[in-house]
């Protein structure tokens, strides 16, 4: 698939998106534009479905919204807000740490590029250029499971790895279309393009090899 495909897939499926729940990081970003919730909540949903993130984000932000807050609270407090996200016990340490790090190295701001993000310890490239999309409005990929598969199966890139096709979409893809990839992308994994019994009958995408009578 060459970029004018890859392109054409992404204008259908920005098209379609109306018919689909947006990601709910993504509903986090759009509704309170403040990066800190986007990186809490972009940790907290990591190995965790979309409807358990959502439900554990509410919870924890009615309780601390910023990093001052969130260190004020206890570890087991924090546990018990975000069950049952994946890993729930040390995702609790790790946004403790988190928010103490901002708090003490940047003035409680969440890093705006994306070498400071890397240098928090549990954050990868793809919570970082999350971060960068939706927290600062950034032209960056964010590579996910949904992604890497989606861009595998469409034969736009031929990679094992999310960081592998990070790269080479960036090498293929005009700058401007990168940073809604992930958003357009999670919520066709999700609801059509699925991972295991894909709904091909439903879908509007024309060029796809993969594609299943």
Known sequence: MNAKEFIENIGVLREEYIKW????????????????????????SLRTKDEVTAKASFRLFEKADTPEKMVKLKKEEIEKLIYPVGFYKNK?????????????????????????????KGVGRKTANLVLAL???KD??????????????????????????EFALMEKIPKKYWSE?????????????????????????????????
């Open 135 to 137: 927290g600062y409005g």
């Open 21 to 44: 729940n947006a990601p709910i990081v993504t509903l986090i970003s759009v509704q309170t534009k403040d990066p800190y919730r986007v990186l809490i909540s972009t940790l907290l």
């Open 140 to 165: 960056t990929i964010c590579v996910d499971t949904h992604v890497h598969r989606i861009s595998n199966r469409w034969g736009a890139v031929n990679t094992k790895t999310p960081e592998e096709t």
């Open 92 to 120: 609790a340490k790790t946004i403790i740490d988190t928010s103490r790090l901002l708090i003490e190295k940047y003035n409680s701001n969440v890093p705006d590029s994306l070498d400071e993000l890397l240098n928090i």
């Open 181 to 213: 990839i992930n958003d357009l992308m999670v919520a066709f994994g999700q609801t059509v393009c699925r991972p295991i019994g894909p709904k091909c009958s439903e879908c509007k995408v024309k060029k796809c090899p993969s594609r299943r009578a």
